[in-house]
């Protein structure tokens, strides 16, 4: 079992900066690829990012690409989303996903066991 707590939510102007984290117990993040998942009211939860354990590979919506970055720390078992250039589009509720896996599990929530209780972005125009 991992546990994920994300931070780092908050109230940011259209141009601005946020970074997130997420930080994992429980069992070591070492083996887990993480994700980063978001979801607007009234839309379904997307996709934003994703990166594997081993080589640390990365992988992005089109809608975040240039201005999102993820990156995680495996000796502080924790994980992060710097986003820059945050538009209005951006505000949601952020979450963090683990998945035990090898390589990239992929862009659907499905496809994560592991997630955070998520963290508000709001980005105003």
């Known amino acids: 079992q991992v546990q994920l707590v994300e931070s780092g939510g908050g109230l940011v102007q259209a141009g601005g900066s946020l970074r997130l984290s997420c930080a994992a117990s429980?069992?070591?993040?070492?083996?887990?690829?993480m994700g980063w998942f978001r979801q607007a009211p009234g839309k379904e939860r997307e996709f934003v990012a994703a990166?594997?354990?081993?080589?640390?590979?990365?992988y992005y919506a089109d809608s975040v690409k240039g201005r999102f970055t993820i990156s995680r720390d495996n000796a502080l078992n924790t994980g992060y989303l710097q986003m820059n250039s945050l538009k209005p589009d951006d505000t949601a509720v952020y979450y963090c996903?683990?998945?035990?896996?090898?390589?990239?599990?992929?862009?659907?929530?499905?496809?994560?066991?592991?997630w955070g209780q998520g963290t508000q972005v709001t980005v105003s125009s």
């Open positions: 996903a683990a998945e035990e896996s090898g390589g990239y599990p992929g862009m659907g929530d499905r496809e994560y066991s592991y």
């Open positions: 429980g069992r070591t993040f070492l083996r887990y690829a």
């Open positions: 990166i594997t354990w081993n080589r640390g590979r990365t």
